[in-house]
């Protein structure tokens, strides 16, 4: 019964190189989501994707940071040219295709620790 | 735009004692509201749900939460608080009303819960 998969769950980089993090929706679910939390800040909305399509990508920073959840393998969060800001834990949620199935309940990964050093 | 405010940063509670965490939301609309748990390191689990009916909801662990529509407020509540119970609270209101379409959830800073012997 796997839920909410992430990798890596640790990942250190220097300034100024690329970041990937993937994300491994729960089996069933189409709609999956990316929150970055930073200590003390809570967990900020960054995407929400459904296969193929970017569905609200308001809480984006419009450089260097891009999503997608292709039709085949996992969500791809990449953050390139990383700055020490970039720092944080990034958590993946997924939730069941529209519907009654859709209670509007998340479901978390453990989330992926970046590092930039 | 849709807001949740959780007033306390860090709350600590003897063990067996009640404990209440406040959640206060902004939202246009009827909200549905979700209380989540984080323990260090992990990822997110939800406590409990409220979209209608009844004000009074019931979760696992033996919390529940009521919703005030008046107060604007969706407070979590426990009789009597286990040592591990220690943890970071997370209240959190649907972005979109019509949630079964799927939406992102806007989440507050946290509550950290420290349970004293």
């Known amino acids: 019964n796997a839920g909410v998969m992430q990798n890596p769950r640790h990942l250190v980089r220097r300034r100024g190189q690329e970041a990937r993090l993937r994300c491994s929706p729960m089996?069933?679910?189409?709609?999956v989501y990316w929150y970055r939390q930073l200590p003390e800040e809570g967990l900020k909305f960054m995407v929400y994707?459904?296969?193929?399509?970017?569905?609200?990508e308001s809480g984006m920073p419009k450089e260097r940071f891009s999503a997608e959840f292709p039709k085949e393998g996992p969500s791809i969060l990449r953050i390139q040219q990383v700055v020490r800001g970039d720092s944080a834990a990034y958590f993946c949620?997924?939730?069941?295709?529209?519907?009654?199935?859709?209670?509007?309940?998340?479901?978390f990964g453990e989330g992926s620790r970046l590092t930039v050093l | 735009a849709q807001s949740v405010t959780q007033p306390d940063i860090h709350i600590t509670v003897s063990e067996g004692a009640s404990l209440e965490l406040r959640c206060n939301y902004s939202y246009g609309a009827t909200p549905y509201l979700f209380w989540y748990v984080q323990s260090p390191g992990q990822g997110l689990q939800l406590l409990l749900k409220y979209f209608s009916g009844d004000t009074l909801v019931q979760g696992i662990k033996g919390f529940e939460a009521e919703f005030k529509r008046s107060q604007s407020s969706f407070n979590l509540r426990k009789p009597s608080v286990h040592w591990s119970d220690a943890a970071e609270y997370f209240c959190?209101?649907?972005?979109?009303?019509?949630?079964?379409?799927?939406?992102?959830?806007?989440f507050g800073k946290g509550t950290t819960l420290s349970v004293s012997s």
């Open positions: 949620a997924s939730s069941p295709p529209s519907g009654r199935r859709n209670t509007g309940e998340l479901f």
């Open positions: 089996k069933g679910h189409s709609h």
């Open positions: 994707l459904q296969k193929e399509n970017i569905i609200d």
């Open positions: 959190a209101v649907g972005r979109n009303p019509n949630f079964k379409a799927g939406t992102a959830l806007i």
